[in-house]
């Protein structure tokens, strides 16, 4: 499956925001947007939420960016 996602860093909280009007999903982020520990943070909350291994999850475009699109692989 592959998402499009857009990043809320540095939030309160680390959560599912809603979704946008095209259907991509917005996350708000506790972590930094610093040294990737944002990604890392996404990476982390995609895996527990679709209940498959951190290595099934790969960011895939838009490291530096807020839109991100993620590929999370069936485990």
Request: hydrophobic content about 45%; cysteine-free.
């Amino acid at each position: 499956m592959t998402l499009r996602v857009k990043v809320i860093p540095r939030s309160a909280t680390t959560e599912i925001a809603g979704e946008l009007a095209d259907g991509t999903l917005k996350i708000r982020i506790a972590a930094p947007p610093e040294h990737g520990r944002a990604n890392d943070a996404l990476i982390a909350f995609l895996a527990g939420h679709f209940h498959v291994p951190r290595e099934a999850v790969r960011i895939t475009s838009g490291h530096a960016a807020s839109l991100k699109l993620v590929k999370i692989s069936a485990s």
